[in-house]
């Protein structure tokens, strides 16, 4: 896969459609949900590299597998991305066998 499709694939945005009722109206925005405690988080193969990184039991998980994936020359185009969306895209690096160790650390993050 090429870098440009990378990029491209890193930076897909959607945007909100606004509706109207029957009666023209614009509903007021839903009130945003509020984050779980950070005791509670739960990390996974899905979640962002960037949480990942920002916790240090997590990062430490990441780092006992793939060392320095906060220092790669691309990180901040990939940050925002699991380590399973990644992994067609670096797959002789997201082995199987990688992503299934990462997953035993994460697990054990209590």
Known sequence: MTFALFLLSAAA???PVATQDHAGHTPAPAAPETAAP??????????PVATLMADARAKAAVDAVLPGVDAHPAYEQFKAMSLNQLAPMAPNL?????????????????
Do not use: S
């Not at 990688?98 to 035993?104: E, G, H, T, W």
């Open 13 to 15: 945005v959607t945007m």
């Open 38 to 47: 950070a005791a509670a988080a739960k990390f996974t193969l899905d979640t």
């Open 94 to 110: 997201l082995t199987a066998d990688a992503l299934a160790k990462v997953k035993i650390g994460l697990d054990a993050i209590k």
